[in-house]
């Protein structure tokens, strides 16, 4: 039986490119009952929100040790909606265009995003951002001050 795991997550940008930030939190519950929680947080010289809001979701899967069922809650439309509406689907089959046929944005994202969770049985769940959701605002806290830390990275990789 594969364990349950829940990603919280939630990216920040100060500025839309600008400074940024992502926040993510696991949380496990082992099979005597004890609730474990990781967090994760890094900062960015100069991204998106939307690279940032994928980052907390790659990191989340990237930290899994082993085949889980996964949910994942975030408050990016953008991520959720990508795998919920099926447009991942579409924007492989059309070469990684949009139904407008331009090219989909941080492609190197999706798939690094693709590679890590096809092991994993997932679902994503959306929440509403700043509406309290305990988890979704202690990510927004760590993405926040993950951009205004000192020696921030200057690359996505």
């Known amino acids: 039986m594969k ?3 829940y990603i ?3 990216g920040a940008c100060s500025g839309n490119p600008g400074v940024g930030g992502y926040g993510t939190i696991l949380v496990f519950t082992d099979s005597n009952g004890i609730k474990h929680e990781k ?3 890094e900062g960015y010289q100069y991204t998106t929100n939307n690279q940032m809001e994928l980052m907390a979701v790659i990191v989340g ?3 899994l040790k082993q085949p889980c069922n996964v949910t ?13 509406n099926n447009w991942i689907e579409g924007w492989i ?3 990684w265009k949009t139904a407008s046929k331009t090219p989909v944005k941080n492609v190197e994202l999706w798939q690094r995003l693709l590679r890590v969770k096809e092991n994993h049985d997932v679902k994503f769940i959306w929440v509403k951002g700043h509406a309290g959701h305990e988890y979704n605002e202690r990510c927004d ?7 205004k830390k000192d020696n921030l990275k200057t ?3």
Do not use: H, W
């Open 3 to 5: 364990p349950e795991v």
């Open 8 to 10: 919280y997550t939630d």
């Open 39 to 41: 967090e994760f947080s």
């Open 61 to 63: 899967f990237e930290a």
């Open 72 to 84: 994942v809650y975030s408050d990016s439309k953008y991520v959720v909606d990508a795998f919920n």
């Open 93 to 95: 089959k059309k070469g």
């Open 141 to 147: 806290t760590l993405a926040v001050n993950a951009g």
């Open 155 to 157: 690359e996505i990789v």
